[in-house]
């Protein structure tokens, strides 16, 4: 049986904070219901986040005029606090978080597998989109 080969995609930022502001805003809810969105028309009206392996994590996101919205869940498989995350989303596709600090300042890397519903390129400008929102976030607050 043959198997298909994944598409993987990768994102990454340099956030100007320390890795340990980094990991906290990127982990708690009360911050990604700020940053957690691709544009301005977009957000993430509630979320729910265990970081720990085996803990679970739900994230709302919709549009702000209500035309549509979706959950964004899954399990963390992997948890090594302020350097990796690793996570399956809810519909089997895996994901990876790095953080590496580099002083006052943190490198993000976030690598996942594509889906097969829309562009490679328009997933990537996406996810990229995010983590500039998440970017933003952590150093202006």
Do not use: C
Request: proline residues 3%; charged residues 30%; negative net charge.
């Amino acid at each position: 049986m043959a198997t298909q080969e994944k598409t993987i995609i990768t994102v990454e930022n340099t956030i100007d904070a320390p890795v340990e502001k980094v990991w906290q805003y990127w982990i708690q809810p009360e911050h990604i219901t700020k940053w957690n969105s691709a544009s301005d028309d977009w957000h993430t009206p509630r979320a729910e986040n265990d970081v720990r392996e085996g803990g679970k994590f739900q994230i709302r996101m919709e549009a702000k005029d209500g035309s549509m919205g979706f959950d964004f869940f899954g399990v963390y498989d992997k948890v090594k606090k302020n350097e990796y995350i690793e996570y399956t989303m809810g519909d089997g596709r895996k994901v990876q978080v790095s953080f590496k600090g580099e002083g006052n300042k943190t490198k993000l890397v976030e690598s996942f597998e594509a889906e097969s519903t829309n562009p490679v390129e328009l997933q990537k400008g996406g996810w990229q989109s995010i983590l500039d929102s998440f970017k933003k976030h952590a150093e202006n607050n």
